[in-house]
């Protein structure tokens, strides 16, 4: 199956800070997705990617469908960023997605 | 609009003991898939239903099973419980004519085994 590998594995940052977050597939990816898992256990989506750039507020992603690769970018980070962060995608049109371990990002005050 | 709904929050069962867990899908959605979370893991893919039938299935074993309802709400049922059940299970649903569209997950039910 396919393998998604994040990094880094963990990661701090003061307040305002800036931060990108990579994901690699080892195999092409259609549905590309990432998450935010607060420390709650919630788990929301902040971007469907397959290819190209969106951006939503202070948060960013870039896929490189060739290259098989994506980077979340959050700009002027605040404590409620806090959690951790998924990338998520499957071989195919289909709905079983392959999570890789995630990012957990902490934003200090 | 509401979101997926998950219930119970919390469950504690003990080895050999029998669960079922809940989810009611987002409003327009008709596909339901649910996702084991071990602690500090990523979410795995345990089955997808639609149309009240399961159409997908990941590596688990057949202690798993579940079940769809014609107004689109699931369960999920293990049976003979192991320690290494306890996770969070999640429920995602999602809109099957719309294959690319992202999934909307529940805040999950935290499975405790002892």
């Known amino acids: 199956g396919i393998q998604v590998e994040q990094s880094p594995p963990d990661l701090i940052l003061q307040e305002g800070a800036n931060s990108t977050l990579r994901c690699n597939f080892s195999?092409?990816?259609?549905?590309l997705q990432w998450f935010h898992q607060n420390p709650w256990g919630q788990l929301i989506n902040l971007f469907y990617i397959p290819s190209g750039t969106k951006q939503n507020g202070r948060l960013s992603a870039t896929t490189v469908a060739t290259e098989r690769y994506s980077l979340l970018y959050i700009s002027s980070s605040q404590t409620t960023d806090s959690g951790v962060y998924f990338c998520a995608g499957p071989p195919g049109s289909n709905y079983k997605l392959t999570f890789g371990k995630g990012t957990l990002l902490t934003v200090n005050p | 609009d509401a979101g997926v709904t998950q219930s119970p929050t919390h469950l504690i069962k003990t080895r050999g003991q029998q669960v079922t867990l809940r989810c009611s899908p987002k409003?327009?959605?008709?596909?339901v898939s649910w996702y084991q979370q071990a602690l500090g893991q990523g979410p795995q893919f345990i089955f997808q239903y639609y149309e009240e039938e399961e159409r997908q299935r990941g590596n688990f074993p057949d202690r798993f099973s579940g079940h769809q309802y014609p107004n689109y709400s699931s369960e999920l049922n293990v049976n003979a419980l192991l320690l290494g059940d306890s996770a969070l299970y999640l429920c995602?649903?999602?809109?099957?004519?719309?294959?690319?569209?992202?999934?909307?997950f529940g805040n999950g039910t935290r499975l405790t085994v002892t």
């Open positions: 195999d092409s990816v259609n549905n």
């Open positions: 409003s327009g959605h008709d596909t």
């Open positions: 995602a649903s999602s809109l099957r004519s719309r294959i690319n569209s992202p999934l909307h």
